[in-house]
């Protein structure tokens, strides 16, 4: 898995040691020799992770690393924080400026690779997302530029089967807000974290009677914790599970004796991180939806309309399918009589009738204008016109009111195909519709007409 490496040092000997360790595992690397070049790298070359380390003359690593959590064009790339400095209060003082990790040097190589390929990892998947939210918004299908959270609020799981540790870390944790859940088997934490929806998972590697790597091997298999971070708790002399456990999908560790701060912290920058990946989630799912359905009435648009028609054609060729094609008589009038925003206003009713008067599975459109589809799945041609009959009676005899004056009644004339008398495709089945609606107009409007039969294979006309 290759991915772009910036590393940021002003010793070339150290630069130079850590260009050939990742150049060989064939990484594009590049270098900084400060903290104000490596801004302007991260912005121009957008790097997959930056390795930064901390005493720089200048700027040093932590305001280098405040600067890119702080712009929305860098908090994405992932920091590791590399120094001299193995303090813990100089490892809290990184991991509170927004560092996803911290090593001290001389760094242990599989330590640095196995963090690299983790953090890489989860860049990838940030940046598909980011990308697919970047085209929403340059649509205005979605809000401005996410940030990151707070995390108060949050949910954690701890699963340690040693009441004082699990007590001491959903203790720190709650010092953030952060409400922790327990669970003492491997068995007890798959059911809570498939009934609640976790925002971080804390494992002890250190269980008596379970696998903790099977455990973090289930919750990354498992569709309701696959995106939520593991964060490994071990002693020092467990490294080799640790770095397996990272191999499995595991996000962060901790070493014991337990440092709450640090804990806070590192569980602060992963529960961001997934705040901030559910948010681009979301977006994402809110423009897709946006992009299917017709701002003005709240139902499905034209684009939505033709996937699903066809789909249903396709999976079911043989099954019984009906197509109402409804228009709002004289709207025009409205409009003119009453302007614009009341015959939207008109719209929103017709289509709430609409809505409130045909099956949960059935699908109604807006078409265009004040045309609107009903596509109903599973019924024939006399349950089709029926079903037209009822739905014009009831726009018939609903009062729709535009003011405080009175009420205006609508109709609407409707034509009905069926793929019984029309097969095809998708278009011939809209197409005998429209034609069908068309009669009820020419007959006086305010009435349904069933779409004249054709012969199998023929298309719609142009």
């Known amino acids: 898995m290759t991915a772009r490496i910036l590393i940021v040092d002003d010793v070339p000997a150290n630069t130079r040691l850590l260009e050939a360790k990742l150049s060989a595992e064939y990484y594009q690397v590049a270098s900084a020799k400060d903290g104000f ?64 990790d911290f090593l001290t040097k001389p760094v ?17 998947l940030l940046d598909e997302w980011r990308a697919r939210g970047e085209t929403a918004r340059a649509m205005g299908l979605t809000n401005d530029a996410v940030t990151l959270p707070a995390v108060a609020g949050a949910r954690a799981l701890v699963v340690d089967d040693w009441d004082l540790g699990a007590q001491t870390i959903q203790d720190a944790l709650a010092r953030d807000g952060i409400v922790a859940s327990r669970a003492r088997t491997a068995a007890e934490a798959l059911k809570l974290s498939a009934a609640i929806p976790f925002d971080l998972v804390v494992l002890s590697l250190l269980l008596i009677e379970e696998d903790p790597l099977k455990l973090a091997s289930s919750l ?25 456990g990272f191999d499995l999908g595991a996000n962060d560790w901790l070493m014991l004796p337990l440092d709450e701060n640090e804990l806070r912290a590192r569980a602060r920058n992963q529960i961001r991180r997934k705040f901030y990946q559910d948010r681009l989630r979301s977006d994402l799912g809110t423009a897709l939806e946006m992009a299917l359905i017709d701002p003005l009435s709240g139902l499905h648009n034209q684009r939505y309309l033709m996937r699903h028609l066809r789909g249903l054609l396709e999976t079911g060729p043989n099954r019984d399918l009906a197509l109402l094609m409804i228009d709002v008589d004289h709207f025009k009038a409205v409009n003119d009589e009453y302007g614009h925003a009341i015959g939207d206003k008109a ?14 599975f059935d699908s109604v459109a807006r078409y265009g204008g004040e045309e609107f589809v009903v596509v109903m799945p599973g019924v024939g041609l006399d349950d089709a016109t029926a079903a037209a009959e009822r739905l014009r009676a009831a726009i018939e005899t609903t009062g729709f009111a535009w003011d405080t004056v009175g009420h205006y009644r609508l109709t609407v004339s409707i034509g009905v195909a069926s793929n019984g008398e029309t097969p095809g495709t998708a278009e011939a089945l809209l197409h005998a519709a429209d034609l069908a609606l068309y009669a009820a107009k020419r007959g006086g409007r305010n009435r349904v007409e069933i779409a004249a039969p054709t012969e199998p294979g023929a298309g719609a006309a142009t």
Not at 110 to 119: C, G, H, N, Y
């Open 108 to 124: 242990e190589y599989e330590t640095l690779m196995a963090r690299v390929r983790s953090l890489v990892r989860l860049k990838r």
């Open 37 to 100: 070049e490596a801004l302007r790298m991260a912005l121009d070359w957008q790097p997959d992770l930056i390795l930064l380390d901390v005493m720089m003359p200048g700027m040093d690593g932590f305001e280098c690393c405040r600067r890119l959590k702080q712009d929305a064009t860098t908090l994405h790339i992932p920091v590791v924080m590399i120094t001299a400095l193995g303090e813990p209060s100089e490892r809290l003082h990184g991991l509170e400026s927004g560092a996803d």
């Open 220 to 244: 990354r298999a498992a569709d309701a914790t696959r995106d939520t971070p593991v964060l490994l708790v071990a002693e020092p002399e467990e490294r080799g599970t640790i770095l397996r």
């Open 347 to 360: 719209l929103r009713a017709v289509a709430d009738v609409l809505r409130a008067n045909t099956r949960v």
